[in-house]
């Protein structure tokens, strides 16, 4: 199991992303993905997850309304579609698989290296 994170960088507060989690050395379609970030100092927290089953989301509160999570089990990948990007989201994101979706670090066995995200002006 291989989880590929891409598509960070450095964007102005306001600004959009979109991060990707490219899965390979298993089927996508039966694993449930989710995004983690961790900040400087910060304890790594569950942003959104995507489950296999049904294709259901979850969203930590504090991007809710701005960050969309999708999968496409066809090109092995999920994406991270952030908007309307804050400062506070600066943080190294990190993509996981396992077979239940969830936001605590405990559900997934299978990490991906992560990719920078910086919010500023």
């Known amino acids: 199991v291989q989880l590929q994170a891409s598509g960070g960088g450095l964007v102005q507060p306001g600004g959009s992303l979109r991060l990707s989690c490219a899965a390979s050395?298993?089927?996508?379609?039966?694993?449930?993905i989710g995004w983690f970030r961790q900040a400087p100092g910060k304890e790594r927290e569950g942003v959104s997850c995507i489950s296999s089953s049904d294709g259901s989301t979850y969203y930590t509160d504090s991007v809710k309304g701005r960050f969309t999570i999708s999968r496409d089990n066809a090109k092995g990948t999920v994406y991270l579609q952030m908007l309307s990007l804050k400062p506070e989201d600066t943080a190294v994101y990190y993509c996981?698989?396992?077979?239940?979706?969830?936001?605590?670090?405990?559900?997934?066995?299978?990490w991906g290296q992560g990719t920078q995200v910086t919010v500023s002006s």
């Open positions: 996981a698989a396992d077979h239940w979706c969830g936001l605590d670090m405990s559900s997934y066995r299978y």
């Open positions: 050395g298993f089927t996508l379609d039966y694993y449930a």
